[in-house]
């Protein structure tokens, strides 16, 4: 298993906005209303840009040339150039206001939503050209662009109905647009191939509709009625699996070609199979001697009273702890809220927002439970590797977690004052992990040696 891991120093964050460009060489932080650009293997910092204001988005373009920052209590955006630093761009909504922006594909493009979403504007970097699309809908996830930039669908409502419009990114004509069959759509997302989109409606009613490129609908699934449905979708990287995660707190899986269930996964309290390995993290406190206690030694936040942890596998039958929700707050926390399938499509993750505690992954090969990990706290985030089949977690402490089919591990983050681990992201290579405190981050980098063992 691995164990042998580098940190680096501790650098300053604000909002969690910390990103990796997509090419992998520059690190881009927002320190308030700064942003940083590093040097990714050096740490260097390269460039540093003032804004206007406190930066509420960061948002690098798909070559990496450029990066976005957006201040959405201003309505302003401000784009930055790495190559050019002189040059910049300001884009003014004014006082329509402005709730989220993001880049298009090409990044040549930024699309701005306005307050109450009553207009998207898309502005070109190129020509200064504005154009404006109608009616989007505020939903969970309203816009979502094909894997391979040529698409781009676009959630609308009008006249009480919900309706896609689907735009060719190369020139923004529209290319379909048609109703769905839905009461209130919460949201679409295209396969990685580009080949199907996938419509779920509210939580109110268990939806999810799947339509081919030029709007025809392919099929529609429902697995139940008159309860909460539909909390979370997510495909597969090989577009083979779509994975919906449900208020029942159960996740069932699509097959691509009859688009029928093929296999439902049970979050249950009482794990009783001989197949899946249940890691459970236990905590020790590590002893201080007398010698320890000086002045010079305590400091605030210090690892000498940090707790020690490590995995312990528990044999079956295994109790897992289920919190009860409040049947009288919205929103209850409730089913399966986060998915995320393994680069390879080999393995999914979940979490049961009732058991916040604990991550399920599920062999896709054999559609069945292979491993249970059981925390001291709730878990805040968890990624795959973009490379390997191996996945990282936080839970707010000051440890990262590592899982692979050969093990499980439990790091300390040795960050002088404590980085408590709130989230955390992979660099492309998958050879080191962002992690972000609330205020700070710091990178991890894996061993060379030891990282061919968790392969």
Not at 31 to 41: A, E, F, K, N
Request: hydrophobic share 35%; proline share 4%; with cysteine.
């Amino acid at each position: 298993m691995l164990t042998k891991m580098n940190f680096s120093e501790v650098f300053k964050q604000s909002n969690q906005l910390c990103k990796v460009s997509p090419d992998g060489k520059y690190l881009a932080t927002c320190v308030q209303y700064r942003l940083v650009v590093r040097d990714v293997s050096t740490l260097q910092i390269l460039q540093l840009y003032t804004c206007l204001d406190q930066i509420s988005h960061m948002d690098w373009s798909s070559d990496s040339l450029f990066i976005l920052c957006a201040m959405y209590k201003r309505g302003l955006v401000q784009v930055w150039s790495i190559e050019q630093p002189d040059w910049h761009c300001k884009i003014d909504e004014g006082s329509i206001g402005l709730v989220s922006s993001r880049w298009s594909p090409d990044g040549r493009h930024i699309l701005n939503a306005t307050e109450f979403h009553l207009r998207v504007t898309v502005w070109t970097l190129c020509t200064k050209a504005v154009s404006y699309i109608k009616y989007p809908k505020a939903c969970q996830k309203g816009i979502d662009f094909s894997r391979d930039g040529c698409y781009m669908a676009l959630a609308e409502r009008r006249d009480c109905k919900d309706y896609v419009s689907v735009f060719v990114c190369e020139d923004w004509h529209l290319l379909r647009h048609f109703e769905t069959e839905t009461q209130d759509l919460a949201g679409l997302e295209w396969s990685p191939n580009g080949c199907v989109l996938a419509v779920w409606d509210s939580c109110l009613e268990y939806k999810v509709l799947l339509y081919s490129l030029d709007g025809r609908l392919l099929s529609a699934y429902s697995a139940y009625d008159w309860s909460l449905g539909v909390k979370s979708v997510t495909w597969s990287p090989s577009s083979q699996f779509l994975a919906i995660g449900s208020y029942d707190e159960k996740v069932r899986i699509l097959n691509h070609i009859t688009w029928k269930k093929i296999a439902q996964f049970d979050h249950v309290a009482s794990i009783n199979s001989t197949k899946a390995v249940v890691y459970k993290e236990v905590e020790k406190r590590t002893a201080v001697c007398s010698d320890d206690l000086s002045l010079h030694n305590i400091t605030i936040g210090s690892t000498l009273f940090n707790t020690q942890s490590k995995y312990e596998i528990c044999p079956s039958p295994v109790q897992i702890p289920v919190v009860k929700p409040d049947p009288d707050r919205a929103n209850p926390k409730i089913g399966v809220s986060s998915l995320a399938f393994s680069s390879d499509s080999r393995y999914l993750a979940t979490k049961n927002d009732n058991m916040a505690s604990v991550v399920w992954l599920w062999d896709m090969q054999k559609m069945s439970l292979v491993a249970v990990l059981e925390q001291t706290s709730a878990v805040r985030c968890f990624q795959w590797d973009p490379r390997r089949p191996r996945l990282a977690l936080c839970t707010g402490n000051t440890k990262l977690y590592l899982w692979s089919p050969a093990g499980c591990v439990s790091v300390q983050v040795p960050t002088e004052g404590g980085l408590q681990v709130q989230s955390l992201s992979w660099h492309c290579s998958g050879d080191s992990l962002i992690l972000l405190g609330k205020e700070q981050l710091c990178l991890c980098y894996m061993d060379q040696e030891d990282k061919s063992r968790l392969t």
